[in-house]
C-alpha cells in the first residue's frame, strides 16, 4: 500500500500497517470535521494517540473521515501548497499514525465547489450571479480553481497522510447557475443566444440548467481521474452525487456514494435516500449527523442520544447500505468520552446486524418512481436538496411503509429496466414525469402490472388508459375525503373527472359535508391485463406535510384494489416493512419508528416505545425450514395455512430481523 522508499513523518518509529477494508467492503464509519479557520487557537492541540486509541478500541469502525478542508477553505493541516488554518499540532498525521496500526482506513473530509478563502484571493475563480456580481462562497466548474487549487490540495494531502480516500463536500448542492463569461460563450456556441436565461420564461432556460449541470460532470470526472492516476488506490465520493440530490445513471467513476443527511424528520429523511441508494449499483452509505441544530432554536447543537441514532440507523441498514456518524470535535480536536460512549453503543447495534443487512439484495414488491425528469425541468435548480419539490414521493413513500408495505425507490432512469420485477408501481403527484416513463409504465400495466397514480398532472397523461374523462384543467381548491374517523384534509391542485370505464372508489367534498357537492377523488380501472388505481389529487404532497392518518388509509384503500402484499403485519403505523434477501434467505426486517424526532422543539430522542405483540404473516410457496428472529437468534415457530405462514412477535424493540430458510 505504501510505495515511497522513504517511510511518511506519520509512519515513523511504528510496524507495518495492517491491511485496510476498502470502502465498498465498509460498513460502518465515522466522520469528524472542523471547517477549520484563520482564527481557530487550538487546532490539533488535545489530538493525542492515546485519545485515538481509546476512540478506535471502542467504537471499531471500519473508516474514520478528518477533516482537511471545510467550506471556509483553509487547510487543516501544515500545507506546502495552499493556506493553512493556524496548526498547533498536525491531527492527521497522529490519526493516520494510529488507524493505520489497526487497520482503519482514513478519508478526509474536503469541500470541493465551495471554498470561500479561494475566490477571496482569487475573485477570477468564482461562479458569477445572476446580477453579474462575483460569489463569494462557490468557485466556477467552469474556471482554473480545480486545477490549481484543488488537486494540488488533494494530491498533497493524499500522499502525505497516506490517505484512503477523500469525502468530498460542497459539490453538487452547493452548485449554481453560473452566469460568467466562460458560460456565456458556451451558451452562444452551442445555442446561437446570447443573453444567458435567468428563468423558465426566458429563451434556452433548461438548456441553460443543462450546460451548467454538465460542466459540474466535467469537473467531477477531471478531479476523480486525475487523483486515481496520481494514486490508483484512493477512494473518492462526491457528496450526494448520484443520490436524489442527482438523480441519474452513475457514469462518473467516483468510487462510491454517500451523503449527509440532516434535520427535522430525518428518519423520512433517510428511508427516501436509503431506498434510491439501494437501487443505483454501487457502493453506498448514509450519515447520520449526531446532533441536531438549527431546527427551530436558539440554543445550538443538540447532540442525540444513542437510541435516536440506533433508530436512524435501523433504517438505513435495513436497505443494505452502510452507516455513518458525524461528530463534531471541539475546536483543539478532543472528541469527549461521553460521545465515544455514545459511538461505542451504536456501533455494537450495527455490528450486530452487519450479517444479515449489509450489502442484501431487494425482493420487489411495490418500486416507488423518483422522477429526475420533473425536478430537472421544473426546477430552478441545478441539483438538490430540492426542498419541498421531493414531497410527492416522500410523502407517498412514507404512506406506503407506514401502511406496513415493502418499497423500493425505482430511478425514472432504471424504471424500463426494473419495472417488470415490480408486481406494483407507485407513481407519486409529480408534475412532469416525461413520455419516456409514460410509456414504459402504458407498456408495464397493458403486460398485467399494477399501479397506483396520483396528482392532476399525471391524471391528464395518463388520461386515455383511465376509463375516466377529464372534466376542465385542474385547479387549487379544497377537498376533503370521507375517512374512518374524520375527513382527510387534502387541500391543493386537482383534476375533475367523470368516471366513464372506471370505478369510483372515493369521493371529496368542498366542506365538512359528505352528504352534497361530492366530486370523484379515487377510481379503479382495468387497463389491458392490468389495474390502476388513480387518486386525482396532490397526495403525496399533502401527506409529507401533514402525515395526517386518513391520508394514509385513503392509500391503503386504493392500494388494497389492486395488490396483495407479500407481507402482511398486524401492528402500528410507526412499523417499517423491509423485505430484502441474503446468501440465500428471505429477510423480513421490522423496523420501529415509534417516537422518532419530528420538531425543533424535541430535538433529541432518548426512548424509543417498544411495540408488540406483532402478528406477521408471510406468503411463501412453501413452509420455511427456518425462521429466526436476529440478531437475537431466536427460533420463530409460526404455522403455514393457505400458502402463507404466520407468527407472532412478542416485543421489539428499534429493530429485528425474521431470517427465513426456505
Known sequence: MLTAAVAPAWLEGQTQPKPRLRRKDSFFGIHLDLHPNKDDPALGRDVTEEMVERFLARVKPDYVQYDCKGHVGYLGYPSKVSTSAPIVHDSLAVWR?????????????????????????????????????????????????VDERMIPQLKEAAEKYDLDGAWVDGECWATNPDYGERVREAFRRETGVDQLPRGPQD?????????????????????????????????????????????????????FVSGDYLGNASISTARLEARYLSAIDKPWDLMAWGFQSGNSNQVGEIHKPAAQLMQEAAVVLAEGGGFQIYYQPTRAGRIDDRHIAVMER??????????????????????????????????????????AAVNPARGLLDALVENHYSVDVIPDWKLAEAAGRYPMIAVPDWSNIGEEARRTLVDYVRSGGRMLLAGAD??????????????????????????????????????????????????????????????????????????????????GSVFAATHAPEVRHLVSRAVSRIFEPMVQLEGPPTMEVVLRKKEGKLMLHLVNTAGMQVAGDYSAVDFIPPVGPLRV????????????????????????K?????????????????????
Not at 455490528?351 to 411495490?366: L, T, Y
Not at 352528504?515 to 397526495?539: E, F, H, L, Q, W
Not at 405462514?645 to 426456505?662: H, P
Open 458 to 539: 399525471n391524471a391528464a397523461l395518463f388520461a386515455d388508459m383511465l376509463g375516466v374523462r377529464l372534466a376542465g384543467k385542474p385547479e387549487d381548491q379544497p377537498a376533503f375525503v370521507p375517512g374512518v374517523e374524520v375527513f382527510a384534509n387534502l387541500r391543493g391542485v386537482w383534476q375533475e373527472v367523470e368516471p366513464t370505464g372506471a370505478q369510483a372508489i372515493e369521493q371529496r367534498y368542498p366542506t365538512y359535508d359528505s352528504t352534497r357537492d361530492g366530486r370523484c377523488a379515487a377510481t379503479v380501472s382495468d387497463y389491458g391485463k392490468g389495474r390502476i388505481a388513480a387518486i386525482y389529487g396532490p397526495v
Open 346 to 387: 451504536v456501533a455494537e447495534f450495527c455490528r450486530a446486524r452487519q450479517k444479515i443487512c449489509h450489502q442484501s439484495e431487494a425482493v420487489p414488491q411495490i418500486g416507488l418512481l423518483f422522477s429526475g425528469h420533473t425536478l430537472y425541468t421544473k426546477s430552478p435548480k441545478l441539483f438538490g436538496g430540492w426542498g
Open 203 to 255: 429563451h434556452g432556460w433548461l438548456e441553460f440548467l443543462e450546460l451548467n449541470r454538465r460542466q459540474f460532470r466535467v469537473y467531477v470526472r477531471h478531479y476523480v481521474e486525475a487523483l486515481h492516476a496520481f494514486r490508483p488506490g484512493f477512494q473518492i465520493a462526491s457528496n450526494w452525487l448520484y443520490s436524489t440530490f442527482v438523480p441519474e445513471r452513475p457514469e462518473l467513476p467516483v468510487d
Open 97 to 145: 499514525r494510529v488507524t493505520a496500526r489497526h487497520g482503519v482506513a482514513l478519508y478526509i473530509h474536503f469541500s470541493g465547489v465551495w471554498d470561500s478563502l479561494a475566490v477571496e484571493q482569487h475573485p477570477e475563480w468564482a461562479r458569477v450571479r445572476p446580477e453579474g456580481e462575483k460569489e463569494d462562497r462557490q468557485t466556477s466548474t467552469f474556471g482554473p480553481y
Open 617 to 640: 404473516s408471510l406468503r411463501l410457496p412453501q413452509r420455511p425450514a427456518r425462521v429466526t428472529l436476529e440478531p437475537e437468534g431466536r427460533v420463530l415457530d409460526g404455522t403455514s
Open 642 to 662: 393457505d400458502g402463507a405462514w404466520s407468527a407472532r412477535v412478542d416485543r421489539l424493540e428499534i429493530e429485528s430481523t425474521l431470517a427465513c430458510t426456505l
